[in-house]
Nanobody, 115 residues
Framework: QVHLVESGGGLVQAGGSLRLACAASGGTFTMATMGWYRQAPGKQRDLVARIARGSGTDYVDSVKGRFTISRDNAKNTVYLQMNNLKPEDTAVYYC?????????WGQGTQVTVSS
């Protein structure tokens, strides 16, 4: 069992920045692909960014150049630095752990960007 705890969400004005963190316990963090997903009201949960165990990264086009995903294997933590936030970034952000057949989700953290 893997337990994921997100932090760092909040309310910010457009153009501002937030840094999300996700601390993992259990599992094998160093081997897992870690991701951030988001879900806006009435919409499906979509991938924002992910980072593989070798630190290769993928981003959805809408956040490229604004968001950066990183991981600290010594702390079992994955981060999402979000800059130049836009109102359309408003959503609940979820941390995701994937390793072989295992998938785990955090509880989510709300990010609200005001115009």
């Amino acid at each position: 069992q893997v337990h994921l705890v997100e932090s760092g969400g909040g309310l910010v004005q457009a153009g501002g920045s937030l840094r999300l963190a996700c601390a993992a316990s259990g599992g094998t963090f160093t081997m897992a692909t870690m991701g951030w997903y988001r879900q806006a009201p009435g919409k499906q949960r979509d991938l924002v960014a992910r980072i593989a165990r070798g630190s290769g990264t993928d981003y959805v086009d809408s956040v490229k150049g604004r968001f950066t995903i990183s991981r600290d294997n010594a702390k079992n933590t994955v981060y999402l630095q979000m800059n130049n936030l836009k109102p359309e970034d408003t959503a609940v952000y979820y941390c995701h752990y994937h390793l072989e057949l295992d998938d785990f989700w955090g509880q989510g953290t709300q990010v609200t960007v005001s115009s």
